[in-house]
């Protein structure tokens, strides 16, 4: 891929055009019929043989075909649930390394996709400018600042889990950087293809408020009745928290906006009122903080147009807030005054007390990537009132006290970057879209202030596309 500054607008390929427009030739029809046949034989005789066959054949349609990977990877970013584990099949839990591995399909997508970049670069189909790409990674000082202090606390890691550290340091804090900013930057070379993901994104976020509102009527719930994710026929690709399915939502709901304000029509209004509809209803508390947030954002950018818009329908505004918001905010009142949330709040509260007092030991570097819930767990105090220590906390209090003060200020400096250079350029750009990622951005680091995906596909992905869409106006580059 070479990059082009200020040249002729390319235009996108199109999802389809590499399958209708394309005409094969005889040998490429004897090759995708054999390869069909090999396929049929793996699935029969060898499970081990069909996986490689799969993974060749994801790598070599990638290679040609990368316009496809960000769409994919983009799609599965949301669906952390969705996990492969090699240990649990027959065929792949004896095979050494491979049966101890695990993790979200997302994760694997994004691995696949780096080897299918590396193999068009060796076959030579492909050229692409690592000085124009490095020029469009926004902010990449202060991540690889916040690294080098991980790797620095790695080396005097408590209790002497230099393993767990060390891996800890790797995947995932240096891999979501490669998987989800880098590739980002990498994949998306003209507005189009941003265009195109993002509109993804819409109809993702449309499903998954669909999905969430559906559990009412499909799962039993003892207790508080909420929207959550749940299982078909033991496939949860949103996991089973409630909070799995707020995120994505957050994300999504200012881009639903986005495309309305941009097109004036009414389906993507509705499918974004669905999203936050479907967000309130999980009663997760860093969801509506999060969606309170972006409103004040997007009430301050816009507030001109906001006060208009508000003497103009403030009739029918009413009568959505008695009828819809109303009652949700009565029902989410008394939620907050439950004994359910009451007892979350003290555990949360009592472990940052716990954390406050390890990281004054140790301020500056702290005790080591991956090591906080090693610490929770040796805390008698802690497992005599909580018991086994969860995963139930915020990205502050975890790099606080695994990477110390320095690990945080490098850490926030680079998350500030990318929200100043989105605040930056929504006030001098006329496109709306830099307004839209600066809410999504916002509102997934707000969530995260109180949740444990900050390493995760579904607040870096967001990262990463804001960064390319940032750098997507400045540099252009295409197949040649």
């Not at 550290?165 to 900013?181: E, N």
């Not at 110390?404 to 490098?410: E, R």
Request: positive net charge; aromatic residues 20%.
């Amino acid at each position: 891929m070479e990059h082009f500054p200020h040249k002729k607008k390319q235009k996108s390929p199109n999802f389809l055009d590499s399958v209708f427009h394309k005409k094969f030739s005889a040998q490429e029809i004897i090759f995708i019929l054999l390869s069909g046949l090999i396929l049929a034989s793996a699935v029969i005789y060898s499970p081990r043989l069909f996986f490689l066959f799969v993974i060749l054949s994801i790598v070599i349609f990638f290679s040609y075909n990368l316009h496809w990977a960000i769409y994919i990877l983009g799609f599965f970013a949301f669906f952390i649930g969705w996990q492969i584990n090699f240990g649990s099949h027959n065929w792949s839990k004896n095979i050494p390394y491979l049966g101890s591995i695990n993790g979200p399909a997302v994760d694997f997508i994004s691995i696949l996709i780096l080897i299918s970049i590396i193999f068009t670069i060796f076959h030579g189909s492909t050229k692409i400018n690592w000085k124009s790409i490095l020029g469009r990674l926004k902010g990449w000082y202060w991540y690889l600042l916040f690294l080098l202090t991980a790797f620095i606390s790695f080396t005097s890691a408590y209790d002497n889990e230099f393993g767990t550290s060390l891996k800890y340091f790797f995947r995932p804090m240096v891999f979501v950087y490669i998987a989800f900013v880098f590739l980002p930057v990498i994949l998306i070379y003209n507005k189009q293809i941003l265009q195109n993901l993002l509109k993804l994104w819409y109809w993702v976020g449309v499903a998954i408020a669909t999905f969430g509102l559906s559990s009412f009527l499909f799962t039993t719930q003892s207790g508080w009745l909420r929207a959550v994710p749940y299982n078909i026929l033991s496939f949860a690709p949103l996991g089973y928290n409630h909070n799995l399915l707020a995120e994505p939502l957050v994300i999504i709901i200012p881009i639903g906006f986005y495309f309305f304000l941009k097109t004036q029509k009414n389906l993507y209004l509705y499918g974004a009122l669905l999203m936050i509809v479907t967000a309130l209803l999980t009663l997760s508390r860093a969801a509506w903080i999060s969606l309170i947030l972006e409103a004040l954002i997007f009430g301050f950018i816009y507030r001109n147009h906001v006060i208009k818009w508000y003497k103009n329908t403030k009739e029918s505004l009413g009568l959505l807030v008695i009828v819809v918001i109303l009652p949700i905010f009565f029902y989410m009142g008394l939620f907050l005054g439950s004994t359910v949330v009451k007892s979350s709040t003290f555990a949360r509260l009592e472990m940052t007390q716990i954390m406050y007092s390890y990281f004054e030991r140790a301020p500056l570097i702290g005790y080591g990537p991956g090591t906080f819930i090693l610490l929770l767990r040796d805390t008698f105090v802690y497992r005599v009132e909580f018991g086994d220590p969860l995963e139930s906390h915020g990205f502050l209090q975890k790099i606080a006290l695994e990477e110390g003060f320095i690990g945080l200020f490098f850490f926030l400096a680079f998350l500030f970057n990318i929200l100043y250079l989105l605040w930056k350029n929504q006030k001098k750009s006329d496109d709306i879209i830099f307004t839209a990622l600066l809410l999504s951005v916002s509102g997934i680091i707000c969530f995260q202030l109180f949740n444990t995906s900050y390493f995760n596909s579904v607040m870096w992905v967001p990262i990463g596309v804001s960064i390319a869409a940032l750098g997507v106006s400045q540099h252009s580059y295409e197949k040649k």
